[in-house]
């Protein structure tokens, strides 16, 4: 079945540094692949999305392009801030449903 | 409201207890979810409702677990006799879409069940 694998967390970084969330997936097809973010305290909410290879989504400074070729969808940001210490979650859409990876829990420290 | 709503937000009970879990969707979505999320497990699939059917009960992980909409708008997931396996945190989405699958989903804060 459809499933979303991501890289085990917490990820520790100052404040400046250059993130990577790394993500593959496994479904049949070409799915819509999604980033979701949950901030402390808050519900998860959309951040960016990707719905055919080569396409690139981009939000609030994170960017993560659909490679068909490695089944990957990697979150990238140049230069991380202390507001986006969460966890994330990466998820591709299924036949009836998002299926989402494990999460990755984001620290950044001033 | 503005957003989704739940409720409790923590819940502990005694092991072999019922609980009810409370889900307000946002007004005039159609689609609603449930997903469980464990430490280390990620996001769980419970349930999809459409209006106030379940076309996709797939993901409840027994029969102890139910769950019902009424009016097409609030939710309740139902954990009978329940065990310490199922302490998580129950999240609740909803979305406007009438047909196929939602892609962007919004989330309320859930509820965090802990089972002594």
């Known amino acids: 079945g459809d499933s979303v694998t991501q890289m085990e967390g917490p990820v520790t970084l100052s404040e400046e540094a250059f993130l990577t969330i790394n993500c593959t997936y496994t479904?049949?097809?070409?799915?819509?692949l999604f980033w979701y973010v949950q901030y402390p305290g808050e519900g998860l909410q959309l951040l960016l999305k990707?719905?055919?290879?080569?396409d690139k989504g981009s939000n609030k400074g994170f960017e993560a392009t659909y490679r068909k070729e490695t089944t990957s969808f990697h979150l990238e940001k140049g230069s991380v801030q202390v507001s986006d210490s969460a966890v994330y979650f990466c998820?591709?859409?299924?036949?009836?449903?998002?299926?989402f990876g494990a999460g990755t829990i984001l620290r950044v420290k001033s | 409201g503005a957003g989704v709503s739940q409720s409790p937000s923590n819940k502990v009970t005694e092991k072999g207890k019922d609980v009810e879990l409370r889900c307000d969707p946002i007004?005039?979505?159609?689609?609603l979810y449930w997903y469980r999320q464990s430490l280390g497990q990620g996001l769980e699939f419970l349930i999809y409702?459409?209006?106030?059917?379940?076309?996709?009960k797939s993901g409840l992980p027994s029969d102890r677990f139910s769950a019902e909409r009424t009016g097409g708008s609030v939710s309740t997931l139902t954990i009978q006799r329940t065990q310490q396996e199922d302490s998580a945190v129950y999240l609740c989405?909803?979305?406007?879409?009438?047909?196929?699958?939602?892609?962007?989903?919004?989330f309320g804060s859930g509820t965090q069940l802990s089972v002594l």
């Open positions: 998820a591709l859409r299924g036949p009836d449903k998002l299926v």
């Open positions: 989405a909803s979305s406007t879409t009438t047909g196929g699958v939602a892609e962007k989903l919004f």
């Open positions: 007004s005039g979505h159609t689609a």
């Open positions: 479904a049949t097809g070409y799915p819509s």
């Open positions: 409702f459409q209006g106030n059917s379940a076309p996709d």
């Open positions: 990707a719905t055919k290879a080569d």
